[in-house]
């Protein structure tokens, strides 16, 4: 086989590995789907069976002709899906013929008090009337919620972006725009099969949480039929993650909407004459944007495996090219990996949590769209914050001013310019709590950190202390970068000092300049130390900035998604704040 048909072959087995890995994401979505289906369903049972069971005369079990009489009407309920067994110790009830429990099996369903996997099968405790032991179980199959695979139509798209992997992969090697328009082709395939997959995935999803709500509702009806008539207390405690609430008649089919900011699925239940409930649970898990971007990450996986092989292919007739690309590579891939791993994960982290309600009270994180930024909008104290923080900022420009003027004044060559350039650069070196809490320590006589007047400002004069070395470093060295001609120049044609400055040096270190604010601004914005070490936000919110005040919401309420909602509107200010200054920072470092 010729190197080239070598290159070709493995391009078109990327694509197809790429393929088949998309594939396997949307079946395990939806065996994931099936599965929780089983153990919500064995849940489910198992509390309507302690509910409806009498309780056996003179004993503390239930009545065991109850039991069965009640286990066996299970499957003839209108509309009812679940494969479903309910076992009396070992021995199964509904199906006599069925395989029995292991002791092995019980023991571990009272060992774990947990739902436990037999035989493919959810099997979750029945517990006694008093809630104290183990005497049964309930077993659930997980169900097949669509085709084993893909549809029709999902094998047609799999089909044709296999058909364009090979035409991609034949392509390698031929010098014309061909290549371009199939690795074209291929891609848009690609995302197609991916977005076909999640369909089917998220198809899958959605109908398990529809027959999860009918068949409850079912067994909540049934029970409510019952002569004890239980409270609406007492069917809601069936329902796991779901609730009941009162409500009104409605179409039986199930329906999504947005209740307080939370996608629920739910279906009306009548529990008697005029008397009714809506059983509801959320829908808007995590999984399904995870999903999405797995499998159009695993579908074009595809095309980026033959685009690497048609670079392979060209880069194996240029040695020299071939290693100086791995080389520089290798050098840039620890910096990259140090990005994703700790600036663009965290980033889309937050982005994930703001649009999710991430309460560590809530074991779930419901999709709430954009409720966490409705509730940032009216918050006052948010506002106080941003007003706070852009207040602060003001220390920048005042910084800058002085910073200059120092550099300007210092001897740039003498031994003693240096020395005072040194001092001033030690806060700056130092460690943040550190200088903070110096600086409590010598405005503590003066209780200027405890006055709403004075807070703010001393927390400002302590970053203009602590930055104030820092710019004047820079300065400096914008100054020795400038040519001594141009103000040799300008002294021989009569310039006084003055007029040095505004016509030479200040427009020359217009780069510099713009470097320090732009900076400064961006770490302005950012202030958290010094607020947390002297003040914590007080008094009376006076020192409250939108970083403190995400760390407050975060981990002092453990509300994390808000916290991530003022993250996100902190990074979009620093973008407005900064695009203008870094095109033209950027703008400038191109003409130099």
């Not at 021989?492 to 510099?512: K, M, N, S, Y």
Request: aromatic fraction near 10%.
């Amino acid at each position: 086989m010729s190197p080239l048909a070598r290159w070709r072959t493995a391009a078109f087995a990327g694509g197809a590995v790429s393929a088949i890995l998309t594939l396997a994401a949307a079946h395990a979505a939806a065996t994931r789907a099936a599965r929780t289906f089983a153990e919500r369903s064995a849940v489910t049972v198992a509390g309507y069976l302690a509910l409806v069971t009498p309780v056996a005369k003179g004993r503390s079990g239930y009545d065991l002709p109850q039991l069965l009489i009640q286990a066996r009407a299970l499957v003839t309920l209108p509309g009812w899906t679940p494969q479903v067994e309910v076992y009396h110790g070992t021995a199964p009830l509904v199906h006599g013929t069925a395989a029995p429990l292991t002791p092995a099996d019980v023991e571990r369903l009272r060992r774990d008090e947990a739902i436990a996997w037999v035989r493919g099968a959810a099997v979750a405790p029945l517990f006694d009337p008093d809630g104290w032991g183990v005497v049964g179980a309930v077993s659930v199959r997980a169900p097949h919620l669509g085709p084993r695979w893909f549809g029709w139509w999902g094998l047609a798209v799999l089909a044709l972006a296999l058909a364009l992997a090979g035409a991609a992969a034949r392509a390698i090697g031929v010098e014309s725009s061909a290549p371009a328009k199939a690795f074209l082709r291929y891609r848009a395939a690609a995302l197609l099969l991916g977005i076909a997959a999640y369909a089917d995935a998220r198809v899958a999803a959605r109908r398990a949480i529809d027959r999860w709500l009918t068949d409850t509702r079912a067994l909540v009806q049934e029970a409510a039929a019952t002569p004890e008539r239980p409270a609406l207390a007492d069917l809601a405690g069936l329902l796991g993650r779901g609730e009941l609430v009162p409500g009104d008649s409605g179409s039986a089919a199930p329906r999504r909407r947005s209740v307080g900011g939370v996608f629920l699925a739910s279906v009306p239940v009548r529990l008697g004459p005029g008397r009714w409930a809506e059983l509801r649970v959320p829908v808007g898990d995590a999984s399904g944007y995870a999903l999405l971007f797995g499998t159009l990450g695993l579908a074009l996986l595809g095309p980026a495996l033959v685009w690497i092989a048609a670079w392979g292919q060209r880069a194996t007739r240029k040695p020299r090219y071939l290693r100086e690309t791995v080389a520089a590579w290798a050098f840039v891939a620890p910096a990259l990996c140090h990005m994703a791993v700790f600036s663009a994960a965290p980033l889309l982290l937050a982005l994930y949590a703001s649009v999710h309600r991430w309460d560590v009270a809530d074991p779930g994180t419901p999709f709430i769209g954009l409720a966490n930024f409705t509730r940032l909008v009216r918050d006052p104290l948010a506002w106080i914050s941003l007003r706070n923080t852009a207040c602060y900022a003001l220390y920048v420009p005042v910084t800058m001013a002085l910073a200059l003027a120092t550099a300007l004044a210092l001897p740039r060559r003498a031994w003693s310019g240096g020395a005072i350039r040194g001092l001033l650069l030690l806060p700056y070196v130092c460690s943040g709590v550190a200088v903070a809490l110096v600086w409590e320590w010598w405005c503590e006589p003066y209780h200027w950190l405890g006055r709403p007047g004075t807070a703010l400002p001393a927390l400002m004069a302590a970053a203009v202390a602590v930055q104030l070395g820092y710019q004047v470093t820079l300065f400096h060295a914008g100054l020795e970068a400038i040519p001594s001609v141009y103000a040799d120049a300008a002294r021989v044609d009569g310039a006084g000092a003055w007029r040095r400055f505004w016509r030479i040096t200040f427009p020359l270190l217009e780069p510099v300049t713009r470097f320090v604010f732009l900076t400064g601004v961006v770490g302005a914005f950012q202030v958290f130390t010094y607020v947390y070490v002297l003040t914590e936000g007080g008094p009376l919110h006076h020192t409250d900035t939108l970083a403190y005040r995400a760390y407050q919401v975060g981990w002092e309420r453990l509300e994390f998604g808000y916290a991530a909602a003022i993250t996100v509107c902190l990074c979009l200010v620093l973008l407005v704040v900064t695009r203008a200054q870094v095109r033209q920072l950027a703008r400038e470092v191109g003409r130099a």
